[in-house]
DNA sequence: CTGAAAGCGCTAACAA
DNA sequence: TTGTTAGCGCTTTCAG
């Protein structure tokens, strides 16, 4: 058992006191330098363990520069993406003895700016953040090895980011709705001023253009990334004119699962009637009725690889500054398969 | 603009050296001591802005103490439910000028330990704890301010905790089930080695013995807190001969929604043959099909709340060391309201 | 192989 | 009101 004296947690002198030795050089025999006796460092380690000896991680930290210590900001831990980015990032900092502090911003600048003067403060080694902001300049409001996560770190070729491929998904998702017979998805997207939105679009032309398709034809649809902004937005898409089955590909399960109620509330079956493709891949979706079939981002990869990323960063090694990382298909019950029920539609419709 | 050495940051030397005073000056000056000349205070202030200085809280630590950080211990950030917890806990921690470290332990003993180590040796002010085991008497092994979160805490008086309040929950579902006509709903509970279990359904006794009926008449199935283990459950309660509408109330949200699962394997439909009623409020349940009707658990409040208790306990306030958050209904489309459709029902289960 | 001493940045006690 | 000094716990020279 180990003797704990209520009054002060044991420090360096008193496990050098206990086993005769000076403070020095108990600190090499609990570190593991080379140049001690194997007896000394016996008899140091077991009066370490004897009087319950824990190294101060505060102290090493103001000697040697590092912390241990990584900051985490992100909008909102309770977001289920963002809550399996962080379980990534701490997993993956705790294997290498780190600790994580996690912020959360709410996508608001100034408590983005209170937490990262708070990670500063608190002298984290580095920290990880998904900027608020699509359009700053004040660079140095970070101060500190940072990696980006997120679609906005495009913009800062000097600041390392890792994020998930948008380009690949979005091309997994659309050959996805073409071998089911999904031509012409209606495309349910984010608020115009985000860059993400952008990339969506991009990657879906690019898609189009590679196929001697026509992009022009798609409609879309505009809403913030709530489950409310993909059920107005689909209330819209279900008013305009349309012939037969209708697809929709949302670039967030939120607005997916805000779709697919519009369609019950208009009546109508999904995916009998209508068919929906989500992106994000969060544990909701898996519950839905019909279950959305979406891309699924790998948070839980892309918190580890931030956390990796910023260990770069941290000692300078300047190795893959952006890294993209591979989505995957998560097939549900939410897209019809129009290629075996009515072949002739494909026909049809590949010869618009 | 601010002058940034790209070598070292600045330290209180570097703004006592440029407002032209002491370096104790100039921690007077910063830290809002009254013995000091306005003027002088201006120059430091201007100094320290000028420079970028930034306090460097290890140090602070060092000297004080209190590191001005705290530990959370939950069994998965990336589960809703604890997401929420750790949302509260940060809102409050930061909204107090504290960071928190946050990690999980996977419901595994040797995990917890090892962050509650790591915790220690960061020289957290406190740590806010979900401990994974029921049944520890090495209370030893926290060795700092502990607030413990759910039902195992029941067992350590000296240890104050925050959780929900399982009786006035089970109360509030139970009335709920009764005023839609379900007197005698099923129980799908939790591993019979759990505390929270017993509490369950000690609960239910109790509310059933207060209004002079058998608690012994109750169907209870067991199964792990997961979907797979709500499905399971439900799948051994309608193997079960039964006459007319079935309720079920589930100890979890995943549980309940893997019954709904399991309800729809069997050719059933929820809530017309089948009621479910479950406890969490975990964001899945909105989006389930039927709406999962549930209990929710005020997460995000335990999480402040237990920040809260954990300061009383740092500064030595032993206040209220118990407290239980009160749960809330979420009513959704999972029960049927057999009070309408065919009152004669109540009137012949109030009999038996 | 081991010990003595310096110093990381800060604050508080003591002096002036 | 301000400056000087000591010391929080640790590691790392530099001597021995």
């Known amino acids: ?16 006191e206990r086993a005769g030795v000076s403070k020095s050089t108990a600190a090499r025999a609990l570190a593991g330098s080379s140049n001690i006796t194997d007896e000394t ?23 040697s520069g590092r912390s241990g210590m990584l900051g985490l900001v992100i909008p909102d831990i309770a977001n289920p993406f963002w809550a399996e980015v962080a379980r990534g990032a701490q997993d993956r900092a705790a294997r290498a003895g780190a600790s994580l502090l996690v912020f959360s911003s709410d996508w608001d600048p100034e408590a983005e700016a209170t937490h990262l003067r708070t990670l500063r403060r608190a002298r984290v080694d580095g920290a990880i953040v998904n900027p608020v902001s699509d359009s700053f300049d004040d660079l140095d409001r970070f101060g500190m090895p940072c990696v980006f996560i997120g679609s906005s770190a ?20 659309l050959d996805h709705l073409m071998s089911k017979g999904h031509v012409a998805p209606a495309l349910i997207l984010g608020p115009k001023s985000r860059l993400a939105r952008a990339r969506f679009l991009r990657a879906v032309h690019e898609h189009f253009v590679e196929r001697d398709l026509d992009p022009g034809v798609l409609a879309v649809e505009d809403g913030e990334y709530t489950v ?13 004119p349309r012939v037969g089955h209708l697809a929709v590909f949302a670039a967030n399960d939120m607005m997916a699962l805000g779709a697919m109620m519009a369609v019950r509330d208009a009546g109508l079956d999904c995916p009998r ?27 839980r ?9 910023l260990f770069d960063e941290i000692e300078h090694r300047p190795e893959h500054r952006r890294i993209y990382m591979p989505c995957r298909l998560l097939e549900r019950g ?12 494909i026909a049809g419709a590949g010869r618009n």
Chains 1, 2 share one sequence.
């Open 301 to 309: 990869d892309i918190g580890e690889r931030a956390v990796e990323g």
């Open 154 to 173: 495009e913009r800062y070729p000097d600041i390392s980011s890792v994020g998930s491929d948008i380009t690949q998904a979005v091309r997994l998702g």
């Open 273 to 299: 009637d209508v068919s929906i493709l989500g992106f994000d891949g969060i544990p909701s979706g898996e519950f839905a009725w019909p279950g959305l079939t979406t891309i699924a981002k790998p948070g």
């Open 334 to 345: 939410s897209l019809a398969d129009l290629s075996v029920a009515a072949p002739q539609r």
């Open 1 to 16: 058992m180990v003797e704990r004296s209520r009054s002060r947690r044991p420090t360096i002198i008193d496990v050098a």
């Open 41 to 63: 460092r016996e008899r140091v380690v077991k009066a370490a363990a004897a009087v319950g000896y824990e190294r101060n991680h505060l102290a090493v930290g103001m000697r």
């Open 228 to 240: 409310e902004g993909g059920r107005e937005a689909m209330r819209r898409l279900l008013a305009q």
